[in-house]
């Protein structure tokens, strides 16, 4: 099952979350992470500590190197806190 909340950004949704062990929330964007990515479909782990990480396939973890804007950061965690 897919839910899609508007972030209020074009072509930005959220679909299916879930909880770590850690307190993490693992949610699902379409959002543009990289800079050399266009809008796409990401996993993107919220930290207790609000931290927003974006699952990069090449290196095989989470990672803080995305282009997100604090905006965008911001609105990821506000939903990942509704949905949890």
């Known amino acids: 099952m897919k839910i899609d909340l508007d972030l209020g950004l074009a ?14 929330a693992i949610i699902t964007a379409r959002v543009r992470a990289y800079s050399g990515d266009s809008v ?3 996993s993107i782990m919220v930290g207790a500590d609000e ?4 699952w990069d396939p090449a290196a095989g973890h989470y990672t803080t190197c995305h282009i997100l804007s604090p905006r965008t ?5 506000r939903r990942a806190a509704v949905r949890s």
């Open 40 to 42: 796409r479909e990401h």
């Open 73 to 77: 950061q911001r609105r990821l965690v």
């Open 51 to 54: 931290t927003v990480r974006v």
């Open 11 to 24: 072509g930005v949704y959220i679909g299916g979350m879930k909880t770590s062990d850690t307190g993490n």
